[in-house]
């Protein structure tokens, strides 16, 4: 207390009452030594994610952008370490340096149009937050197949080229294109995230599910190529709650309506399906998922946007405990954060349980 | 003289194996020298604008100190530790209780800057968690 009260009454130094403004600079637009050096410095300026990145000479970069029809030179969007316009100021970027990432994270080519649409939306990978968020990926569509992107068995794992490198790609592009990760400035995740290296990239498995793609939820036509974001928690499996216990006859909805009424809905919830919990699902009567979302929901506790009063509490002993239940924090918003998606394989009974909350689904076709 | 003939063969075949070693030594040191120029992965950074920090008080004493809540869980618990502090150890200090309005703990609430703007001297928000 004793230094909010000095800072209250100690005159401004000098550099305090400065004004102006500081350009900052991004570097030469290219590098040149040996490869042992540029992969040093890159790891030094930490341009990279601590991992062998490959170096992005200019003919590869230029294949790189053989993969969309937009100029180098355009702006494709801003970025920051949270939601852009926000606390940090949105860095800028064009079609070139996402291409420059895009190369590092070992992408191909045609995997560009997709990396465009999600660098479009200035959505970052890596959020400052103390929450160690971490960004995910739904992919609905003919890309899915045209890129290998895997669906199937370990559908969200580091098992296919696509889904790999481009959700590393994701990261990196927050790296050096939002200025995002720098631990202590632009990242303050408490004990961090491992999925952050590559994220979660979910290509649906539109075929063996018993509902509508989520795309098509979101009001895009079936088989549109289009990229969902989400951010939150992450994901792990099921079987982790306590709620989830093995019975002789499971019932699947209200079982993860209980993992769902543990965890909350703060950041959102999502429950990553295999396509036979799906099935269990609807067989169970659930013909939409828009109808099992609306078993999922907690009645609400809170009116929605409802500020507390802005009245002192007395004062006292106790008093901070005592908020009551009606003074609903602003920054907590509604329910409606619920997620169903549909991925993986056939094999088993298997299911994955987080927090993620959607944020936009953008077209990835507009990048080619 | 076989034992001879074996001899020379195997110095022939070290000679060799010593010689395709060197050679491709040699090429990987060139290639582990050679430049390669790579592209700037950065994007493009803002100018930083400074702002000069808001002229400070010469004394605490008969002032108001608003004490901000952005709604931002826990920070409401922070600022009536605050407060009680103020109370005990700053009696002259007059301290005021707000919790923000707005749609979100990072949202404007202009009516409540109205009224630090006339009625405050100083502001304590509190980002509580």
Redesign the interface.
């Known amino acids: ?1 004793r230094e ?2 000095e ?6 130094t000098a550099e ?21 050096n ?1 992969h040093r410095m ?1 790891l030094e300026k930490r ?1 990279t994610d601590f991992l062998p990145i490959v ?4 003919e590869r ?1 230029e294949d790189m952008l053989k993969g969309t029809s937009h100029e180098p030179d355009e702006i494709v969007g801003k ?1 920051s370490p949270t939601q852009t316009g ?2 940090f ?5 064009t079609v ?2 996402v291409a ?2 895009a190369v ?1 994270a070992g992408c191909k080519p045609e995997y560009f149009p997709l990396l465009l649409a999600v660098a479009s939306t200035g959505k970052e990978a890596i959020s400052v937050s ?1 929450n160690s968020f971490v960004g995910a990926l739904v992919i609905n569509g003919a890309i899915r197949d045209e890129i290998g992107l895997n669906s199937k068995v370990g559908a969200m794992g580091p098992y296919a080229h696509a889904n790999t490198t481009i959700g590393r790609a994701w990261s ?1 592009m927050s790296i ?4 995002c990760g720098k631990v202590g400035t632009t990242y303050m995740g408490v004990v961090g995230n491992p999925m952050n290296l590559i994220n979660i990239v979910i290509a649906e498995n539109e075929e063996e599910s018993p509902w509508a793609p989520f795309s098509v939820r979101k009001g895009f036509r079936k088989g549109e190529n289009i990229v969902s974001l989400f951010e939150g928690w992450g994901v792990l499996s099921a079987a982790n709650w306590k709620a989830a216990s093995w019975g002789k006859e499971m019932d699947y909805p209200k079982i993860i309506k209980d993992i769902f009424d543990q965890q909350g809905f703060l950041f959102g919830a999502c429950a990553i399906l295999s396509p036979p919990i799906a099935q269990f699902i609807r067989n169970a009567g659930y013909d939409t998922v828009e109808e099992f979302e609306k078993y999922l929901e907690p009645a609400p506790q809170f009116p929605m ?1 409802k ?7 007395p ?1 006292g002993e106790g ?3 005592a ?1 009551p239940k009606a003074e609903m ?3 907590m ?1 509604g329910f409606s954060n619920t997620a169903i998606i549909v991925t993986g394989g056939t094999n088993n009974n298997y299911y994955s349980i987080g927090g993620l909350r959607y944020g936009r689904s953008v077209k990835i076709d507009d990048w080619r | 003289m076989k034992w001879h003939k074996s001899a020379v063969l195997i110095a022939l075949l070290c000679l060799g194996l010593f010689c395709t070693y060197s050679a491709l030594d040699g090429r990987a040191a060139a290639a582990a020298e050679e430049k390669v120029t790579v592209l700037n992965p950065l994007g493009t950074p803002p100018p930083i604008t400074l702002k000069q920090m808001a002229p400070r008080l010469d004394t605490l004493e008969g002032k108001t100190i608003y004490l901000v809540d952005d709604g931002f869980i826990g920070g409401d618990n922070l600022l009536y530790e605050i407060q009680d502090w103020f109370k005990a150890n700053h009696p002259g200090t007059t301290t005021v209780f707000k919790r923000k309005g707005g749609g979100g703990f990072d949202a404007e609430d202009p009516e409540l800057w109205a009224e630090m703007k006339e009625k405050a001297d100083g502001i304590i928000i509190a980002l509580g968690h």
Do not use: C, H
């Open positions: 207390m909010i009260v800072k209250f009454t100690r005159p401004l305090e009452k400065r004004t102006g403004e500081i350009e900052q600079s991004r570097g030469p637009d290219t590098f040149t030594d040996t490869a042992e540029l890159f341009y170096l992005p000479t200019p970069v970025m926000t606390y100021k949105d860095w800028t970027y070139r340096d420059v990432n590092m103390d990196l050096n294109l939002g200025n946007g500020m507390a009063p802005p009245e002192a509490k004062v008093r901070a405990k908020a924090p602003p920054m918003g």
